[in-house]
């Protein structure tokens, strides 16, 4: 049973920064690649970040790119979203997901408030 467990959302001010962390379970984590989305309250959930199962490959949003880095530690079976320089307009809840299972954790608020 695949599970994910986001963590680290929570309220910031413009320009700070966040780390989110997504603990897997369920699936041999270093074989799949992992991805990070978003959803604003009233919008489409969106894609923010994509990483290969090596990590080596990475690909993001237009509108987070040089912001947020995604990285991932195989050994410990999390995926990582790194985000810097927070705008208002990343208000999400942040969701990690494996596109090979369709699955999806229960994901983690993240509000950019002055």
């Known amino acids: 049973q695949v599970q994910l467990v986001e963590s680290g959302g929570g309220l910031v001010q413009p320009g700070r920064s966040l780390r989110l962390s997504c603990v897997t379970a369920?699936?041999?984590?270093?074989?799949?690649?992992m991805r990070w989305y978003r959803q604003a309250p009233g919008k489409e959930r969106e894609l923010v970040a994509s990483?290969?199962?090596?990590?080596?490959?990475?690909n993001y949003a237009d509108s987070v790119k040089g912001r947020f880095t995604i990285s991932r530690d195989n050994a410990k079976n999390t995926l990582y979203l790194q985000m810097n320089s927070l705008k208002p307009e990343d208000t999400a809840v942040y969701y990690c997901?494996?596109?090979?299972?369709?699955?999806w954790g229960q994901g983690t608020q993240v509000t950019v408030s002055s």
């Open positions: 990483s290969s199962s090596g990590g080596g490959s990475r």
């Open positions: 997901n494996v596109p090979t299972f369709g699955a």
């Open positions: 369920g699936f041999t984590f270093s074989r799949y690649g």
